[in-house]
């Protein structure tokens, strides 16, 4: 099953209780599979609320704690010593690394040793680990979020009022995507963004699927513009598009024509090095009919920066242009087969019919080739009919 993360509206550890359980989370079951937590004094209310005529469930987490803050290794330990099955724990855990990393880095202090103050309270445990535990409940195999707008303005907390969006938060969602809404709230806070980044796979717009069923998470406050919710689907993928693997990465290029074209070759070393996917030279003729060379590097998000870097200190280029990409790709993987010349590796692709075709590396006949002094398309020849036939076998034992 696949869950799709539509946060038009933000997202937060409450919007995505309310969303699990309009989704269907039993809230009985949440709160009695809570009390494996060595932790008391908490209950969860869930009220059915309307956002700009769209029906949706609040939740609000009622506590008795009066422990002011809780560091890090008290968290960790909470969770450790709990009857939670290890994949909840285990989501909970890095979703509460991310909070204490990020509060590590912007206060100077060592991890193990933060406190959270409003984050460790027993709200912020019980959003994480219910999200963790609702993703379990459901059968959630895959999760994809949108990308998540940030709104402008300041939030009251216990440092003193902060810049929204928060500086836990802005940290948290290192690498994802984000755009700035113009709305005076705060969208994302810190607990939403590290269950979001701990669940989602990518960063995207919504895949192939087969609709199952739409949960909708309200917000504490009513936004003027827009409904404040966070809506979840959940779906199957669709069959026929099971081989074929969807995603998206930016595409950085500019265009050269004032260099010495031996470096070409060290830049796309280098490029390589930084995370590139893949590295294009195309021949262009420029402004006056000068000829020059299109720069196109695919790379993910993370090595965005990375990679505009290398182009403007490497190259003559004065700028770049990027811009995110849709893409579809074949299912591979690398293994190793049983061939007259050993055991080699080799890439096995499963097309969009399910059928397999193996495809030689490069390096690898390239080496063979000249250790036998033989045609290399004779040794590309070869491996790929003994592969391919040792996956046939396979098949049919």
């Not at 969770?79 to 855990?93: D, G, M, T």
């Not at 040793?113 to 994480?128: P, R, Y």
């Not at 810190?190 to 796979?201: D, F, K, R, S």
């Not at 309200?218 to 969807?246: C, F, M």
Request: proline share 5%.
């Amino acid at each position: 099953m696949i869950a799709y993360f539509d946060c038009f509206s933000g997202i937060s550890g409450d919007m995505i209780l309310g969303a699990f359980i309009d989704l269907g989370v039993p809230v009985k079951w949440l709160k009695n599979t809570l009390s494996s937590i060595p932790l008391t004094g908490f209950d969860i209310s869930v009220t059915s609320v309307s956002r700009n005529g769209i029906n949706a469930k609040s939740v609000h987490v009622k506590t008795e704690d009066n422990v002011e803050s809780r560091n890090y290794a008290e968290i960790r330990s909470l969770i450790q010593n709990s009857r939670l099955s290890p994949q909840v724990k285990e989501r909970s855990l890095e979703a509460f690394r991310r909070l204490a990393e990020a509060e590590a880095a912007i206060h100077g202090r060592p991890v193990d040793k933060v406190h959270f103050h409003e984050l460790g309270g027993i709200d912020a445990i019980v959003d994480i680990v219910s999200a963790a535990l609702c993703v379990e409940y459901l059968g959630i195999e895959k999760i994809i979020s949108s990308k998540l707008p940030l709104g402008t303005g300041f939030v009251d907390c216990r440092h003193g009022a902060l810049p929204v969006p928060a500086p836990a938060t802005l940290a948290i969602l290192r690498d994802a995507p984000v755009y700035g809404s113009g709305i005076p709230h705060e969208l994302v806070t810190p607990t939403g963004a590290a269950i979001i980044v701990t669940l989602a796979e990518s960063f995207e717009t919504m895949p192939h699927m087969l609709i199952n069923k739409t949960g909708y998470g309200a917000g504490k406050r009513d936004l003027e513009s827009i409904p404040n919710l966070l809506r979840i689907v959940t779906g199957n993928a669709q069959n026929h598009k099971a081989y074929a693997q969807k995603d998206r990465v930016v595409l950085v290029e500019t265009c050269i024509d004032d260099m010495n074209p031996e470096i070409f070759g060290f830049v796309m070393d280098r490029l390589f090095e930084d995370g590139a996917l893949d590295v294009y030279w195309i021949p262009i003729f420029m402004k006056k009919n000068r000829p020059g060379t299109m720069v196109q590097v695919l790379c993910r998000t993370g090595q965005k920066e990375a990679v505009i870097n290398r182009i403007l200190s490497e190259t003559t280029s004065l700028g770049v242009r990027y811009y995110d990409v849709d893409r579809a790709w074949l299912s591979r993987e690398q293994i190793t087969v049983k061939t007259g010349y050993g055991m080699v590796q080799v890439k096995r692709i499963t097309d969009t019919h399910g059928a397999i075709r193996i495809v030689p590396e490069y390096e690898v006949c390239k080496k063979i080739a000249l250790e036998k002094n033989i045609p290399i398309r004779v040794v590309y020849d070869i491996i790929a009919k003994e592969g391919s036939q040792q996956c046939l076998d396979k098949k049919h034992a």
